[in-house]
Structure formats: C-alpha cells, structure tokens
C-alpha cells in the first residue's frame, strides 16, 4: 500500500471504530431519558449499557474474526457496521424495555467487526516498531466520538427526544459503513509461513502459553471493567449531581471522555513506543504508571462538588483511562502472524468486553441502586423513586441517586489500580521471554 491509501485507509478504520464506540455508549447519553420513560432501575441501565451488548458483541467477535481470516477483512467489517447500523436505528421506534433490549443485541452483533479485523489490517499496514502508534492513531476513533457524538447525542435527546438520537447515529453509521465498502483498501497479507492456517484454538494456546498475553489480557479487562462502568453513568452523574439537562451533560461527557481518550490514546502509543526504544519494559510499563498518577486525580474530581475544579481534574485523571490499548495489542500482534491476528485481537477482545462491559456497567448500576436506597430518608426506596420521580430536583430521592452514584462510579475507577499491577507484570514477563528467545536462537 502506499502511504496516501494507508493514511485513507487509517481515516475510515478510525471512523467505523467510531460508530463502533457510539453504539457502545450511547445508552449512557440517553439514560436518564429512558430510565424516565421505562420505569428503569440503574441496574437495568447497567444490563441495557452493558450485559446484554456485551454477552453478543464478545461471542460474535470469534466467528467474525473468522470470517476475516478467510475473506476481505474490509468487506466484513463494514457489513457488520451496517446491521448493527440498521439495529441502531430501528431501537428509535421501540416501545418496551424488551425491545429496546432487543436491538442492543443487534447493535452489539454489528459491533462485533470493528475492533479486531482493522487490528490485522493495521498489522499488515505497518512494521511491528510502529504498529502501537498505528493502532493508537485508529483509536482515535473513539475520542472523536465521545467530543461529537456525544454533544450531538445529549442535543438531539433534549431537543427531539432519545429515540432520535438513536435514528441519526443509524444512519450515519450506515453512511460510513457504505464509504468502507467503497474506498477502503484491504492490506496484502504477510504471513510467517506457508503451512495450514491456524484454528482458533490453536490461536488461543498460543495466547494461554504466553505468561506476558496472560498478563496483558488481565489487566486489559480491569481497563474495561473500569472505565465501561464509568462511562455508562458519567453523564447520569453531570446530570443528577449538577441538574444538567441531556445536552449539557452529554457535553461535559464529551469533553470529559473525549479529550482524554483523544490525549490518552496518542500518549500511550507515541509515549510507550518512545520509551520501549531505551528499555523494551516501557511498552507496558508507561501507562502502568500512569494509572498510579491518574487514578487519585479522577477521584478528587470526582467528589469535588465543583464543575469548575472537578472537571479538569477528571480530564487529567482520564488520560491513563486510555493509555494502555495501543502497547497491549502490540504487544499481542508480536506473537502472532497476519491469519492469526484478528481472532488473537478477537479473543483478546472478547476477554475484555466480557469482563469489562459485561460486569462494568452493571456493578454500578447494582452499587447505586444500593447505596441510594440505603441513604434514602424516606419510605419505600424502589417504590417511591421510580422513574422521573426520582429526577425531582431538591427531592430526598435525587439526593439519594446522586450521592449513591457518585459513590457507585468511585468503585468502579479504583479497578484500574489492578489495571496497573497486570500491566505491570506484563512488562516483566514479556522481557523475560523476549531474553529467553535471544538465548534460544543462539
């Protein structure tokens, strides 16, 4: 590939990551809306932003990946986007709780292809020394959705409702999907070696046999687990805590998460792949050490009680958030070869989300749902609080509900100090055998 069509391919990968990312998030931008509507507990919040897309999206992702080893990776991961597009878009026009649910397994199922089948494409794209950076560049993606996407999901809930939000994230996903079939260019394959290709279980042995992807898988899903829980709820806390309608909340998300991730995510790569140059340890070890700095600053932000200190400070503490992605699948891609790298970032993934998404969003939802009814001063927490009742300004029960997931998101943000550890044990593991494999050759 030359590197105009490189730098063409890199730009629409980036934007089908981004409307993977909205699909994940965009329940959190809307779920004061929905929980008003539906009657919803924050648990049940949590299982809509989390459980149930993450059950779907973590098993399709396999056979997904399967399906790019063997054809276009292009073409499938943009016909993914498109059903999970099309899933988006009709969740505008349901009527229950159920339904809704419904199309979150659609929308997760689309999702499924825009993480790991452009894993592989940017492996083959770019040489193993810059791929960390590539990658971070691809995931930049996610920071343009949270500043965009996110302002512009809070302006259409509360200017034309939630369901709205739903239709025009739709469409536009399908939009990309249709600019990925046409333009984007799939990458030659440069595979180590000529013999049959390897089954996913093979792919996954390699992985189990591998100390360091053990370690990196770990601390990976305490990433996850931690920031998908905190960014299911972040704009349901700007919105409790601070009496925010949805634009404003989705805003300061969008700032919040946005400039951040878009920050994080070009240090992790950049600043992690510099750093491996003097000791290969820093691969791993740079955003390990961040979490250490990033963690207690969120915090502070966090319980600040001000949006002018609070919010600068949760930006800082961010940074970490999403500084380790781009050195772990880096990391993983050393180990493997151009048809086996997008069911190694499958399973890698599938690990992640699972974990992350799938217990994240719901733990908040359960800790606040039990810290709120315990702080509750009134009578019958679940009865009395339901709904909007819950959203009056001034009430004993919007009291409850914000000090409770305030509370709730605290918790979540401490797991990525285990984040830290993993990673920090992966460094030393990964050095290991990289000396250990020097000694062997000679």
Request: some cysteine; aromatic content about 10%.
């Amino acid at each position: 590939m030359t590197r105009n069509q490189r730098a063409v391919a890199l730009l629409l990968l980036a934007s089908l990551n981004a409307f993977g990312f909205i699909d994940r998030v965009v329940i959190g931008l809307v779920a004061e809306q929905v929980k008003a509507e539906f009657l919803l507990s924050d648990l049940e919040i949590g299982l809509l932003g989390g459980t149930v897309f993450a059950l779907v999206n973590t098993f399709a992702a396999i056979p997904v990946a399967v399906l790019a080893e063997r054809f276009k990776r292009s073409h499938v991961a943009a016909a993914f986007l498109m059903i999970g597009s099309l899933f988006t878009a009709v969740a505008g026009f349901t009527a229950s709780f159920a339904q809704l649910m419904t199309c979150r397994l659609g929308m997760a199922c689309g999702s499924a292809a825009t993480e790991a089948p452009p894993h592989s494409m940017i492996s083959d794209m770019y040489p193993q020394e810059k791929r960390a950076s590539a990658i971070s560049l691809f995931m930049l993606g996610v920071p343009i959705a949270a500043i965009f996407g996110s302002f512009a999901g809070g302006a259409i809930a509360q200017s034309f409702g939630w369901r709205q939000t739903f239709v025009v994230f739709g469409i536009c996903g399908g939009v990309i999907a249709l600019l990925c079939i046409a333009f984007l260019k799939e990458p030659e394959r440069k595979a180590r070696d000529m013999g049959p290709r390897a089954g996913t279980w093979a792919v996954a042995k390699v992985m189990l046999a591998s100390p360091a992807l053990i370690y990196i898988t770990a601390g990976a899903s305490f990433v996850s687990l931690g920031s998908f829980g905190v960014n299911t709820f972040l704009p349901a806390f700007f919105a409790r805590d601070f009496g925010l309608g949805a634009g404003q909340a989705g805003l300061l998300f969008g700032i919040v998460s946005g400039i951040a991730s878009l920050v994080g995510t070009l240090a992790g790569g950049y600043g992690a792949e510099w750093a491996a140059r003097r000791d290969p340890r820093w691969l791993l070890a740079f955003p390990a050490l961040a979490f250490v700095i990033g963690v207690p600053l969120f915090l502070i932000g966090l319980n600040s009680g001000s949006l002018t200190v609070g919010v600068p400070l949760m930006v800082v503490g961010c940074f970490s958030f999403y500084m380790a992605m781009g050195p772990c699948i880096a990391t993983l891609h050393a180990s493997l070869d151009s048809y086996t790298r997008a069911t190694g970032s499958a399973l890698f993934l599938m690990v992640m989300h699972l974990v992350g998404q799938g217990l994240g969003p719901p733990l908040v939802g359960q800790i606040s749902d039990m810290i709120s009814a315990a702080l509750y001063t009134g009578g019958n927490f679940a009865a009395e609080c339901a709904g909007a009742a819950g959203q009056v300004p001034g009430s004993a029960c919007a009291s409850a509900l914000a000090t409770g997931l305030r509370y709730s998101i605290c918790t979540s943000t401490i797991f990525h100090g285990f984040a830290a550890l993993f990673l920090y044990l992966g460094a030393r593991a990964s050095y290991r055998a990289g000396i250990d494999a020097r000694l062997a050759a000679h």
